[in-house]
C-alpha cells in the first residue's frame, strides 16, 4: 500500500492500495476521527476511484475547506 500526505486534516496520511481494474482494494487513514475512518474505509473498499472522487470531493470539515474524505478524493484525483 502506498501513502500519500494530507493537508489541513487530522489524519497525516492515507493509505491506498488498487487493483488492476481501477478499484480500491485497501485503505488507511492514519489519524482521524476513529469511527468516521473506518466508516468511510468500508463503505469505499471495492468502489472504483472515479465513483469515489465524485461522492467525496468537496466536503468540508470545520471550515478547514477539505476533509478526510475531500483530502482521500484528491488524492485519487492525482492519480487519475
Known amino acids: 500500500m502506498k501513502y500519500y500526505k ?29 469511527g468516521n475512518t473506518h466508516g468511510l474505509q468500508n463503505l469505499i473498499l471495492g468502489m472504483n476511484k472515479d465513483e469515489v472522487i465524485k461522492k467525496l470531493e468537496g466536503i468540508d470539515c470545520r471550515g478547514r475547506g477539505t476533509s478526510c474524505p475531500d483530502q482521500l478524493a484528491k488524492i485519487l484525483k492525482s492519480l487519475s
Request: aromatic share 6%; net charge negative; charged share 40%.
Open 6 to 34: 494530507t493537508e489541513k486534516i487530522c489524519a497525516k496520511e492515507i493509505g491506498v492500495e488498487f487493483d488492476k481494474n481501477g478499484k480500491i482494494t485497501e485503505i488507511e487513514f492514519c489519524g482521524g476521527c476513529d
